[in-house]
């Protein structure tokens, strides 16, 4: 990309802004961001240009999940996900489950809530959250869960449209 510093100052503005509340612009914006799919290994992060969608983390009598625990996206949205109960929660991607030509993309838009490679911070207490920008990611599906959870089968899948 053209401006690398300031592509990524904009990227966490916007996610901080995501990250606060749901207003997001939705237009044409998201056209020159989600063409270049070959060019996505720069691991510059690409800021959400559509609607960020909320996803739950819960963890309570019936157990741990995420909800919706699959969630279906446009090119250019983003998904909060949201601790409401039960637990410390993250949000990770097994890089074997990630395409190498979609993994820098995805770990770069993981932005300000990346704690490692594809994987999110802690959640500790209700309220928090974790914001993924899906900008300039390809369609296809990918498989994430909650690292603490995972045994207990709290897993999910985003499909990029
Ligand atoms: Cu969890």
Redesign the pocket.
């Known amino acids: 990309m053209r401006f690398i510093g300031s592509a990524l100052v904009a990227s966490a503005i916007v996610l901080g802004a995501c990250g606060g509340g749901e207003k997001a612009p939705a237009t044409d914006a998201a056209a020159p961001a989600a063409a270049p799919a070959a060019a996505a290994a720069t691991g510059t992060a690409a800021p959400i240009t559509g609607t960020t969608h909320e996803v739950k983390?819960i963890?309570d009598e019936k157990g741990?999940r995420f909800e919706p625990k699959d969630i279906t996206v446009k090119a250019g949205d983003g998904i909060k996900f949201t601790f409401v109960s039960?637990?410390?929660?993250?949000v990770a991607f097994n890089p074997a489950d990630i395409p190498a030509d979609v993994k820098a993309q995805l770990d770069a838009n993981m932005g300000p809530d990346k704690l490692a490679e594809l994987s999110s911070k802690m959640t500790m207490a209700a309220g928090e959250s974790v914001t993924i920008s899906f900008a300039n990611i390809k369609a296809g599906t990918y498989p994430f869960n909650?690292t603490?959870?995972l045994a207990m089968g709290?897993k999910g899948t985003v499909t990029v449209q």
Do not use: A, Q, T, V
């Open positions: 983390m963890g741990y039960g637990g410390p929660h993250n909650c603490p959870h709290m």
